[in-house]
Structure formats: C-alpha cells, structure tokens
C-alpha cells in the first residue's frame, strides 16, 4: 500500500473508531506512522483528505454487489440472501467507513447528508427488486412495493448499524409481505 492509500485508510478509520469531527492532521499521520508533512505533501488540507478518503469510499461502494438471490425456493431465502448482502458491504471497510461519516455528519454535513441519502436508496431500490420479486412469485399479493421498501429502508440501515438484530428484521419484514 502507497503511502497517500495509508494516509487515506488511516483518515478512515480514526474517523469511524473515534468520529470524524475530531480528526486531526497529526492524529491521522501517527496513525499512518508517517510525520505530518508527509500528509501535506500529498493534500493541501484536512478538508482535501476528507473528500479523497469519502470519495474512496464511494469508489468502493459502486462496486459493491448486493445479491438477491432469484434461485431461492421462498421468499425467506431470498430476503436473507440480500440481507447478508447488505451487513457484508456496508460492515467492510472502506464502505463500513462511508456509512459511518454519513450517519455521524448527517445532521451538520451536506456531503454526509447527501451520502446518507444515496445510500437509502441503493437499499431501498435492491429492496424493491427483492419485493417485485415476491409478487412475481406469486410469494406476496403486496401491490404497493415502491413504499414498503422506503418504509423498510432505515429498518435495514438500523441492522447494519446493530440497532436491530438481523432476525428480527427478517421477521419483520416477511410480516409485512
């Protein structure tokens, strides 16, 4: 890994273990183990490293895949299939990261705001094929899909976050459908 990537890592995951309005310069390069004019010779200033490291994190995220699994015999399967999509991208670092700054600077960050919204809506659009699914399978008679999937959106960023445990959410949501 280059020296900028460690910078970059190290930006990250001070931010998401101790939060990311606290980050300093010097912290970041102690914890790259690099002096802190290392760190300006590859950004001009906090604010560049920020939007380097989020749009790293977002890099990340494009290429995530979220599966939903058409071959699965109920729609229980199928659900639990993209959920564990769900945990294993947004718990891998860097995306792990991404959700973290948007879920710390949501309230006091456009960028956080906007990122905290873009994620609602990958969840929420794979959740809408999972549930177009269902009806197709004649698994669920629902016929408003579109909004149960925003209404069960921040239920599946709530799992993700362990607010709400993934069993219950399963079970929550196949109440629903």
Request: overall charge negative; hydrophobic content about 40%; some cysteine.
């Amino acid at each position: 890994m280059d020296t900028k990537d460690r910078i970059l890592d190290s930006f990250l995951h001070f931010g998401q273990d101790k939060g990311f309005q606290e980050i300093s310069i010097s912290q970041v390069s102690a914890m790259a183990g690099i002096r802190k004019a290392t760190v300006f010779s590859h950004f001009k200033d906090k604010e560049e490293l920020k939007d380097k490291a989020l749009d790293k994190c977002l890099r990340a995220l494009d290429k995530a895949e979220f599966n939903i699994d058409f071959k699965a015999k109920d729609k229980e399967e199928l659900f639990v299939s993209l959920i564990n999509s769900f945990i294993d991208t947004f718990t891998a670092f860097p995306v792990s990261a991404l959700l973290s700054y948007s879920e710390q600077l949501r309230g006091v960050d456009d960028r956080a705001l906007g990122i905290s919204k873009d994620i609602d809506r990958i969840i929420s659009s794979r959740l809408l094929v999972a549930l177009d699914y269902c009806v197709q399978r004649s698994w669920s008679t629902v016929d408003y899909t579109d909004a149960l999937s925003e209404l069960l959106s921040p239920a599946v960023r709530d799992m993700i976050n362990g607010f709400l445990d993934e069993e219950s959410l399963i079970d929550n949501l196949l109440d629903l459908i």
